[in-house]
Each structure stands twice: as C-alpha cells, then as structure tokens.
Nanobody, 118 residues
Framework: QVQLAESGGGLVQVGGSLRLSCAVS????????MGWYRQAPGKQRESVAT??????NYADSVKGRFTISRDNAKDTVYLQMNTLKPEDTGTYYC?????????????WGQGTQVTVSS
C-alpha cells in the first residue's frame, strides 16, 4: 500500500541548487528510516542522506551541502541540495526501510533525474 513519488529534479549548473520532494502515501508501521539514494551512470546506488525521528545522517560527499528534512503533516520528505557539483549527477530515489513484527520492508520511488552541468 505504501507508495513513494519523487519530484524536483532537473538541469542545473555547477554551484546551483535544487530541492527534491518525496510524497508518501499509505501507512508505514514499526520503526523506520527514510532517506535519499542516488545512482550515477556506471556506478552503484549509494545512500545520500537518511532521517529518523531524532537524527539525520549524510554521506561524506554531501555533508555541508545537502539537507534532508520531513514534514509529517504533508507526508513529504525533502532533500535540499546546494553548491551542486558534476559528481552529484544521477537518478535520486526516495527510500523507506521499516522493521515491523520481525519483518524488514523496503519501499522505493521511481526516481527523479538530477543533472549538474560543468
């Protein structure tokens, strides 16, 4: 029942900014972590940022430039990306990992493309 939909990607020059949004529908049960992943051409998917009720975590490559946040009233997760670099180019995916009654579930959006021109 849980569905995630990303938006906000696009073309941007080096040093520019973008704000990604992830709209969540359905109910998420148990303990869960929400986050953003990205996958560049020819590379593996990697974690960019995660957020729980009490903390956030970032990949070293984006620390100080990206900010993850959530609006529970709107059931939306955001990723503010500043000072973008060419290596930030890729498809960005919203993710939810939950643990409920001994089961681990993972939900993914379809992704939104981010291209940073040099």
């Amino acid at each position: 029942q849980v569905q995630l939909a990303e938006s906000g990607g696009g073309l941007v020059q080096v040093g520019g900014s973008l704000r990604l949004s992830c709209a969540v529908s359905g109910s998420i049960f148990g303990i869960y972590v929400m986050g953003w992943y990205r996958q560049a051409p020819g590379k593996q998917r990697e974690s960019v940022a995660t957020i729980t009720s009490g903390s956030t975590n970032y990949a070293d490559s984006v620390k100080g430039r990206f900010t993850i946040s959530r609006d529970n009233a709107k059931d939306t997760v955001y990723l503010q990306m500043n000072t973008l670099k060419p290596e930030d180019t890729g498809t960005y995916y919203c993710n939810v990992d939950s643990t409920y009654i001994g089961k681990k579930l993972s939900y993914w959006g379809q992704g939104t493309q981010v291209t940073v021109s040099s």
